[in-house]
């Protein structure tokens, strides 16, 4: 179930649960900056066929870094 979390969370899920994290932003934006150990799914490309890369038995964190 989708809920939002602070960076002491995320930092807990990643160790603890081996959590996924995806970058929703566009490719060129991802191959300028992202968090170490992100995947690429632009939003606009997100669907089933896009997420079938993911683990299932893991947790997913989705994240937007957005400067505006």
Same mark, same amino acid.
């Given at each position: ?19 996924? !994290?995806?970058?929703? !932003?566009?490719? =060129? ?5 992202? !968090? ?7 939003? =606009? ?24």
């Amino acid at each position: 179930m989708p809920h939002d979390i602070d960076i002491e969370e995320i930092r807990e899920v990643l160790g603890r649960d081996g959590a996924q !994290l995806v970058e929703v !932003l566009p490719a =060129k934006e991802y191959e300028e900056e992202h !968090l170490p150990g992100a995947i690429s799914i632009p939003l =606009k490309s997100l669907d089933e066929n896009s997420v079938a890369q993911l683990n299932r038995d893991a947790p997913v964190i989705v994240y937007c870094y957005d400067y505006q």
